[in-house]
């Protein structure tokens, strides 16, 4: 029963996120483009999270933790270069 929930959410998060993907094509300035991308890797963390514990795979944590640093250091980069025009 616990498993066809957490698969029912997987599949709720994957359409939500290529509602993001359309948000992201179509977004009338950079600032929602940005934010529909970072919305895009928190949900593609919280599936791997889903997916870890469905087929009790703990390694699928670790990779949601180091794809989680690196979308926030993107999030972090993208945001800078918008305020300054430079990365230094």
Known sequence: MVDTVLTGG????????FLCLYRAYVGPSVADRVISINVIGTKTVAI???V???FHKDYFLDIAL??????FLATVGVAK???KGVLE
């Open 10 to 17: 997987c599949i709720f998060l994957v359409v939500t996120t």
């Open 81 to 83: 270069y918008l305020q």
């Open 66 to 71: 180091v794809y989680a640093l690196i979308a």
């Open 48 to 50: 791997m999270v889903l």
């Open 52 to 54: 870890s514990y469905v």
